[in-house]
């Protein structure tokens, strides 16, 4: 066996992305789970120290730096690459989703490792209605054409995963503790705009990180013979907008809307507020945006968990804290 070759019946792990919202919940998940198997992060900075307490290796690079992941790959049998750019300057998200993500599987593909998974979102869709969509199979399913340059720049890093033989795994909604994203949009939205967008009744996909990185780490300790797959990641239950925010605004003590407006007059409200909201942003809280989600929890064996509303009274703290609540007690 060659240096570069992983050691036959142990599973060695890197991630990428492992210091952000969802990478370290699939840490942590990795950690609990894999006993004996080995996991190795790629970070540019200083790792957590209960990461390196946990038994995790470190190693400094960055994706956009090729030099620097020479080597990274040797010994792994899985990576799980995590890493994204989310916004910023359309040149950027290319290096990092697309260029950097075809470095790491060169470096991949020169050690030998075998298994590739690849997070990326439901966003590379092209924008509308979607109810219940299945994951695409056989050039059938919804069209990919993403309206920002995040999601183009993550559809081109799955297409290169994908024709590595890899897992892709798209989620819609994520939210939980680290979320900086989803609730806090929608609370920034909620305040700006305190109405309902006709009615509230949209319905959408939403996975708890928690939920989402058991998927993951089990997908990771469990390598199967299914390659080139595409797999939504959700709460088979949608959740519709109405629930979504009077749970948010019971959590955060935030007065529910008591007005209900038009979908045209809400959507001149929240441009006026919100000017930086694009319209996409605008059409995932205000029209129906879910997806079949079966398959991954069927594949996995792992639970999509108690329900939104359970999810989020978990990460409470978190949200008030992050969002500088404070709700009084008594």
Known sequence: MSAGEPAVGRTDILVTGATGFVGTAVLRELVARGMGT??????????????????VTTWRGDLTDAPSLVGLCAGITTLVHLASQVGGEPALCTAVNEDGTAKILAEARSAGTAGVLYLSTCAVYRDGVHRGAAEPADGFGLATEPASATSRSRLAGERLVLAAGGIVLRPHLIHGTGDRHVVPALARWVRAVPAWAAGGVA??????????????????????ERAGEVFHVADPRPVRVRQLVTAMCEMLGVPLPVVDLPLDEHRARTRAAMPSLSDHQYSLLTQDHWYESSRIWQLTGVSPGPGFGRRLAEAADWYRESLGIRVPVG
């Open 38 to 55: 080995r996991v190795r992060v790629l970070v540019r900075g200083q790792a957590p120290a209960w990461m390196t307490d946990a038994g």
């Open 203 to 224: 319905s959408a996909s939403l996975v708890a990180v928690a939920d989402l990185a058991a998927a993951i780490a089990v997908l990771a300790l469990t390598p199967r």
